[in-house]
C-alpha cells in the first residue's frame, strides 16, 4: 500500500482537530477537515485555527476545511470519523456514497450505539457498506488539548487488517505522538467506550470527597469491569492492560482536561443531568454509552456494577452518594473470577 496523500477528518471537534494537526506535522500533503457550520469551516480556513474549540492552536498549511462533504472527500486515501458517536449513523448515512472504492476508514469514536449495541467499526462496516478490513481505530489516552500542544503521548492503531492499521500508524506518526498497532479491535473499543462511564463515576466521587483510595478502587474495578465485557465478546485481556485499556482508563478519570471526568463532578455536586451538560457544552460520551453498556452487558450475562450506578445517576435521578453507598453493600465475593471461596 501506498502512503496516505490525501486525508478527509470528517468532524472538527477538538479532538478531530488535534488529530488533522498530527496528519499534516506527520507528513500528510492534504489534511481536510469537515466542518457542519460552514463559518467555522471559513474560521478555520483562514484564521489557521479553529477558534470554537482550539483557539490557541495553529495549523499548519497542509490543514484546511470545508462544510461540504463531498468536497472533503473527493480523492481521499483515508477517511477519518471524528463526531459524536451516537450521530455516527445518521452522519454515514450521507457519506457513504462519496468514499473512495479502497479508501482506509479510522474511527477516533468512543462509544456503543444506543439499540443496537454495535461497536462504531460494527456501524462504519454496516452503513458504509464497506469491509471490515478496511476499517481502522485509533483509541488510547489522548486528551486532544495536550495532543495539540505536543505533549508527548502514545495511541493504538487497531485493525483486522495490520496493513491497513501500519498504514495508519506512520500516517500519524510524529515526534509527540507514538502509535503502536494492535489486532484486538473489539478489546480496544471496549476499552475506549467503557472508560468515559467510568470517568463519570470517579468525577462523581471527587466531588463528593472522597480521596485516592477510593479513585484507586475505581479505576481498577472499573477496569475489571471492562475486561469482564472484552472477555465475554473474546478479546484479548493483555489489551486491557495497555494504552487502549488502562492507559486511557486513567488519563480521563484523573484529568481536568476529560469530559467525563468533569461531567461526573458537576453531577457529584448535585447538578441535574440537563444542568450539566448546558454548562458543559460539549458531548460527554458516557451519559448516552451508559445505557448500551449496560445492555451490552447484560445480553450476555456480564455484571457491572459502577457502569449499572452511573446509568441510575444520569438517567433515574439517583444520588450520587447513594450509588456508592449500594456499590459497597453489593455481596462479597473473590477480587478474580474462578478463585475459591466458602459462599459465606
Known amino acids: 500500500m501506498s ?31 469537515w466542518a457542519r457550520r460552514p463559518e467555522l469551516a471559513a474560521a478555520i480556513r ?97 486528551l486532544a488539548p495536550e495532543i495539540a500542544a505536543e505533549q508527548v503521548a502514545g495511541t493504538v492503531v487497531a485493525g483486522r487488517d495490520i496493513r491497513r492499521a501500519e498504514l495508519v500508524q506512520r500516517a500519524i506518526s510524529t515526534r509527540y505522538l507514538r502509535p503502536y498497532t494492535n489486532d484486538d479491535v473489539v478489546g480496544c473499543e471496549l476499552g475506549g467506550a467503557v472508560k468515559n462511564v467510568i470517568a463519570l463515576a470517579y468525577g462523581m466521587a471527587a466531588a463528593l470527597g472522597f480521596g485516592d483510595n477510593t479513585r484507586a478502587t475505581l479505576i481498577t474495578r472499573g477496569l475489571a469491569e471492562t475486561a469482564r465485557l ?8 493483555m489489551t486491557f492492560a495497555g494504552l487502549a485499556g488502562l492507559g486511557d482508563l486513567i488519563a480521563t478519570c484523573s484529568s481536568p482536561l476529560s469530559r467525563n471526568r468533569t461531567f461526573g463532578e458537576r453531577l457529584g455536586r448535585g447538578e441535574t443531568l440537563e444542568q450539566a451538560q448546558a454548562a458543559t457544552r460539549q458531548t460527554a460520551e458516557g451519559v448516552k454509552s451508559c445505557l448500551s453498556i449496560r445492555d451490552l452487558a447484560r445480553s450476555v450475562g456480564v455484571e457491572m456494577p459502577i457502569t449499572e450506578q452511573v446509568e441510575l445517576v444520569c438517567h433515574e435521578g439517583l444520588d450520587p452518594l447513594k450509588a456508592t453507598t449500594a456499590l459497597m453493600a453489593r455481596e462479597t465475593k473473590p477480587e478474580r473470577p474462578g478463585m475459591p471461596s466458602t459462599g459465606q
Do not use: H
Open 46 to 142: 483562514e484564521r489557521r485555527v479553529n477558534p470554537e474549540y482550539l483557539p490557541s492552536t495553529p495549523l499548519p498549511r497542509a490543514v484546511t476545511a470545508t462544510a461540504d462533504a463531498a468536497e472533503a472527500l473527493d480523492g481521499a486515501d483515508l477517511v477519518v470519523l471524528a463526531v459524536p458517536s451516537q450521530t455516527l449513523r445518521q452522519n454515514l448515512a450521507a457519506w457513504a456514497g462519496l468514499i473512495g472504492p479502497d479508501a482506509t476508514l479510522a474511527s477516533l469514536m468512543k462509544g456503543i450505539e444506543l439499540g443496537t449495541l454495535k461497536r462504531m467499526s460494527e456501524v462504519i462496516v454496516e452503513v458504509a457498506g464497506v469491509e471490515p478490513e478496511r476499517v481502522t481505530v485509533v483509541t488510547g489516552p489522548n
Open 3 to 33: 502512503a496516505i496523500k490525501r486525508v478527509a477528518v470528517l468532524g472538527s471537534g477538538s479532538w478531530g482537530t488535534a488529530f488533522a494537526k498530527v496528519l499534516a506535522d506527520a507528513g500528510t500533503p492534504e489534511v481536510t477537515v
Open 230 to 237: 472484552g472477555a465475554a465478546f473474546g478479546a484479548n485481556p
